[in-house]
């Protein structure tokens, strides 16, 4: 075998520079980029779904707005039945796109980590002149960036998609679960977040598949705690007792009846209605029966036999506000996560 | 200078330790073997002086005094791990652009010959690379940093004798012209013997032999002679490892180096290093070190708490 030499070694440096960020950006896109194509193509074939629907809908709605006087008569039916066309498609496609966030995490994030400790890879990248903790920083940061980036584009595209629904006046406004955390800010910090605990997994479970699982199960559990009894609570809701109330577009958390100050059970209820031969199904939805008189509203019939009806509501008004805390208390959480990830991987306990 | 120094080190697994009171100082400009059986504790000994673990007692330090993991330390390691991680599926141009993308110094030029002198295509993945290859790829890249000091973790076990004879050489190689420091671990003394000058022997976690070959070769003799005399004959000694046999028995025995004359019926061989290490790592409890170079290095590192 010929030699061949090593040039000579430069004296060591007093002032050890450290490997300039910069460095990582071309490791970061050579390891990602098929994670970061996966991105776009999920965010691409769910925009042009969107898209061609979206334009149809738009399409549609561009008679039901033309329509005038509006919310009477034949405008009305039109809208309705506008409505009753596109309303029922919309929703399924929304609780769909709840998943995004964590697969980005599950399938983003999670390999970051979870990867380097499964293949025994992390042995080499970690004893680089590069620096462990420097190195899952200067991955990490650009990832979240863009994945958070492509979900807050997407967001716009989403508002734009529901947008002709409330217009032809939908009842579920922009507080309604399945659509609140898809705008705004929400949907690009929930990408975050769900970036952050696929990291912060990765690295604790140290294992691809088991990784994903848990982000999966982690983001889910969150997204649905947070909607089923956190966001409530963001400020204190508004309640009423006029059974007349505008709840159009608000999020109605709970309608309660009473009677005398303690609570009416349905069969109070389908009694008292029973005089009028309305049948009670839930204690918010009622049937005339043929021997209702048209002129009785049910509600009032009830009000005017002693009932109470106490609605508990967001309005529609609070959506911004309720917007940015819910971007804000998740971009925390997710520096949170993520210092915790750089934290464990500088910790050296592998 | 002390290319590796570790002071009463110890890493705990849980409860179980992997290394204790571990005391080294290995002189730079050697190649040295750590040797012993598997879970000796020789992997954990190299990931805490490449920075990859954090000690749970005691300290480990590198290149003359830098603290293991430190960005000094990082910079001037070069560190191939067992079984040769790589990202399987980079091709091997990916792999040098990464590893100098990942440090301060990285000499293209030298990476690049050295490729393709061993005849790896550039062009193919890592992972479809052959394990000699690999390992090749993996060495390149660390000196390809240049560093003073190549940790190597059992680096052979998956290579085949031709393959293992040309690592070596490129070590070898790195060694003479550069003056690289090599620390690398094996439980096959065999294909140490031949290249490396230091020994550090480990057994159970612990530290068992540690000094330069020559040394160590030096104060040590094998005594052969009646078995029946043995036993009175090896109280005056500091015997390692006995071997008796029906007539004849076979003291490996320590020395301080002055040669006494045997009694009537023995003779002194000298040892080979194949010899002194199996009779350390037969009686794990004969700790006859550490040798005079730990110890002043321990005493010298109480003295400046």
């Given amino acids: 075998m010929t030699s061949l030499t090593v040039p000579a070694r430069p004296d060591r440096d007093a002032s050890l520079r450290p490997v300039p960020w910069q460095r990582m950006a071309w490791v970061t896109w050579r390891q990602h980029r098929v994670a970061l194509a996966g991105t776009a193509a999920l965010f691409g074939v769910a925009a042009v779904y969107l898209l061609i629907t979206g334009l149809q809908i738009h399409h549609a709605y561009a008679a039901v707005a033309a329509c005038h006087p509006a919310g009477k008569g034949i405008c009305q039916q039109a809208a309705n039945n506008f409505l009753s066309t596109y309303a029922p498609g919309v929703g399924p ?61 997407f967001s716009m595209l989403v508002s734009w998609y529901v947008q002709p629904l409330w217009g032809a006046g939908d009842n579920n406004g922009p507080l309604y679960p399945t659509i609140f955390d898809l705008r705004g800010v929400a949907l690009a910090a929930w990408t975050l977040a769900a970036f952050a605990t696929g990291a912060l997994a990765g690295i604790l479970v140290r294992r691809v598949i088991p990784a994903m699982f848990a982000t999966l199960a982690a983001c889910g559990g969150l997204a649905f705690a947070t ?123 592998v | 200078m002390n290319i590796l120094e570790a002071s009463r080190l110890g890493k705990c697994y849980g409860r179980t330790w992997a290394l ?32 990859l673990t954090a000690p749970t007692a005691g300290k480990v330090t590198v290149l003359g005094g830098e603290p293991a993991g ?31 993308n990942l440090n301060r110094r990285f000499d293209q030029r030298y990476a690049r010959a050295r490729l393709s002198e061993l005849g790896i ?88 032999v540690a000094g330069e070959v020559e040394a160590l070769l030096a104060c040590h003799l094998l005594l052969s002679g009646p078995a029946a005399e043995a036993d009175r004959y090896a109280e005056g000694l500091n015997v390692v490892h006995a071997r008796r046999g029906r007539a004849q028995a076979h003291l490996l025995v320590r020395t301080n180096g002055t040669t006494d004359p045997v009694p009537l019926g023995w003779e002194a061989h000298r040892v080979s290093l194949e010899e002194l290490t199996l009779a350390y790592l037969r009686e794990p409890g004969a700790a006859a070190l550490p040798g005079p170079e730990s110890a002043r290095y321990a005493a010298a590192t109480e003295e400046t708490k």
């Fill in chain 1, 93 to 153: 496609v929304l609780g769909l796109l709840q998943v995004i966030p964590a697969l980005i995490g599950a399938f983003v994030a999670v390999p970051v980590l979870a990867r380097e400790l499964e293949t025994g890879t992390f042995r080499y990248a970690w004893t680089q002149g590069f620096g462990r903790a420097r190195w899952a920083i200067a991955k990490l940061t650009p990832l979240a960036v863009a994945v958070t980036a492509a979900a807050g584009a």
């Fill in chain 1, 227 to 349: 909607g089923a009894f956190l966001r409530g609570h963001y400020a204190a809701p508004l309640t009423s007792t006029n059974p007349d109330v505008n709840t159009h577009g608000a999020w109605v958390i709970s309608q309660v009846w009473s009677r005398g100050g303690s609570p009416a059970s349905l069969d109070m209820i389908r009694q008292t209605l029973h005089a009028i031969d309305v049948q009670a199904l839930t204690p918010g939805l009622f049937q005339p029966g043929p021997a209702t008189p048209p002129s009785i509203d049910p509600l009032h019939y009830l009000v005017q036999h002693g009932y109470t009806l106490l609605t508990t509501y967001q309005p529609a008004s609070r959506f911004w506000a309720f917007q940015w805390i819910e971007g804000g208390w998740l971009l925390a959480l997710s520096v949170l996560l993520i210092a915790s990830t750089v934290w464990l991987v500088r910790r050296r306990a």
């Fill in chain 2, 20 to 51: 204790r009171e571990c005391t080294l100082a290995v002189p730079a400009g050697h190649v040295a073997a750590l040797v012993g059986p598997n879970g000796a504790g020789k992997t954990t000994l190299l990931n805490l002086a490449v920075g």
């Fill in chain 2, 70 to 100: 430190s960005p000094a330390a990082l910079d001037g390691i070069g560190f191939v791990a067992q079984n040769t991680p790589l990202y399987k599926n980079l091709s091997v141009t990916d792999m040098v652009h990464l590893t100098r």
């Fill in chain 2, 121 to 208: 295509p550039l062009a193919r993945k890592a992972g479809e690379l052959s394990g000699g290859q690999q390992a090749q790829l993996a060495l390149t890249l660390a000196l390809a940093r240049r560093p003073r000091l190549l940790v190597l973790d059992e680096p052979m076990a998956m290579l085949d004798p031709l393959a293992r004879h040309d690592f070596m050489a490129t070590v070898m190689t790195a060694m003479a012209d550069e003056g690289v420091s090599v620390v690398l671990s094996s439980h096959v003394l065999a294909e140490l013997e031949r290249v490396a000058d230091y020994l550090i022997l480990m057994s159970r976690g612990k530290v068992q």
